[in-house]
């Protein structure tokens, strides 16, 4: 698994040779704000980035197990969160496993 002090090096010089695209990121991200636990929108985004430059991504049931989250919202405020997101986002949010972990291929 790649650590976050190897791949810092590496984000700041795609964010310096991107910065527009970085920004367009960022302002789409606060555009559309998630509360805690329930950033379902934005768990998508940055998996589909990932998987766009080629990293393996591990989101839902691969990433974590339901019985390890602590602090879980409950489940009504979930629905209505998930209702809000896109539905590609839906689809990998698969009931409330957002987490993700990746590493380069």
């Known amino acids: 698994m790649v650590s ?11 964010s310096d040779e991107c910065q527009s695209y970085v920004v367009s990121l960022r302002r ?3 555009q559309h704000a998630e509360v805690g636990f329930a950033e379902f929108r934005t768990a998508g985004r940055v998996i589909q980035e990932l998987q766009k430059y080629g990293f393996q991504v ?3 049931k691969e990433a974590n197990r339901l019985e390890s989250r602590l602090g879980v919202p409950p489940a009504g405020y979930l629905e ?3 209702k809000k997101a ?4 839906l689809e990998m ?4 496993r957002y987490w993700l972990i990746f590493q380069e291929r």
């Open 28 to 30: 789409d991200f606060h």
């Open 58 to 60: 591990a989101f839902g």
């Open 93 to 96: 949010a698969n009931g409330g």
């Open 86 to 89: 896109i539905k590609e986002v």
């Open 80 to 82: 209505r969160a998930m």
């Open 4 to 14: 976050a002090k190897d791949i810092t090096p590496l984000i700041l010089s795609l």
